[in-house]
């Protein structure tokens, strides 16, 4: 059974920085692309980022580029997101996923996902 946990999560202040990390179990990580996503109440699922099985490539959103940073550890079966300069608007449950792709972007492109783990960041 594939399982995805995602932690790092917290309440902060705006221009705080988190290290968000997913740890997957139940497949063979380096088989997967992984992504990080985000969402917010009421608002759709966004994504944020995605690096190759190889973490040679990595595509970012086009509003998260900056302050967003993707990275995988392979010996691990982890993927991280650091996030700096955190905006009261970044609050979000942020989710990680894999896909089967080379660097998938789209939701549809990805084959299991976490729960998500929980970013409030006041002002």
């Known amino acids: 059974q594939v399982r995805l946990v995602e932690s790092g999560g917290g309440s902060v202040q705006a221009g705080d920085s988190l290290k968000l990390a997913c740890v997957v179990s139940?497949?063979?990580?380096?088989?997967?692309?992984m992504g990080w996503f985000r969402q917010a109440p009421g608002k759709e699922r966004e994504f944020i980022a995605v690096?190759?099985?190889?973490?040679?490539?990595?595509h970012y959103g086009e509003s998260m580029r900056g302050r967003f940073t993707i990275d995988r550890d392979n010996s691990k079966n982890t993927v991280y997101l650091d996030i700096h300069s955190l905006k009261p608007e970044d609050t979000a449950t942020y989710l990680c996923?894999?896909?089967?792709?080379?660097?998938?972007?789209?939701?549809?492109?990805?084959?299991?996902w976490g729960q998500g783990t929980q970013v409030t960041v006041s002002s």
């Open positions: 996923a894999m896909g089967t792709g080379a660097t998938p972007f789209r939701i549809w492109e990805y084959d299991y």
């Open positions: 690096i190759s099985r190889d973490a040679f490539s990595t």
């Open positions: 139940g497949r063979t990580f380096s088989n997967y692309a």
